[in-house]
């Protein structure tokens, strides 16, 4: 979570996660929802200090599988010490969108189930990194 100002959430949904470094913003933790995952400043060994969560549609041709792996594979390059993606089946662009109907993206659908997971999978994981944090400043730490 963020110790700091954090930009809103249109331009958050701007960035790849792998460009989210310690010196841009004070962060703990960051989540790309549906994001695109290019980058061409890929992640340096110890430049990302933050949890990362990417939940994505596994059929969304804007960002395709490969991309995905091309992320993971900088994820494990850079030494991310906490990463994961989340992939729904069967999910398309946009699926957190209500209003994502296809007819101003063709890409863009609406899936309320994985929307749901999304929910859930943010909570939990927001959930656990700001756990952490409280433990750490327990111990004097934060």
């Known amino acids: 979570m963020a110790r700091g100002s954090v930009p809103s959430a249109s331009a958050s949904a701007a960035l790849s996660c792998s460009n989210w ?26 430049g990302v ?37 989340i992939s729904y089946g069967n999910v398309r662009h946009g699926f957190t969108n209500p209003s994502a109907d296809g007819s101003l993206l063709p890409s863009a659908r609406y899936d309320a189930r994985a929307s749901a997971r999304a929910w859930a999978a943010v909570q939990g994981f927001l959930a656990e990194v700001l756990a952490a944090e409280a ?8």
């Open 135 to 142: 433990a750490g400043k327990a111990r004097g730490r934060g």
């Open 49 to 85: 200090l933050v949890s990362l969560l990417v939940l994505t549609g596994a059929d969304d041709p804007l960002v395709p599988a490969d991309q995905v792996a091309a992320f993971a594979q900088e994820m494990r390059a850079a030494e991310v010490a906490d990463w994961q993606v």
């Open 21 to 46: 470094r310690a010196d841009r913003a004070p962060l703990r933790a960051a989540v790309s929802v549906h994001g695109v995952l290019s980058t061409t400043a890929p992640a340096a060994v110890g």
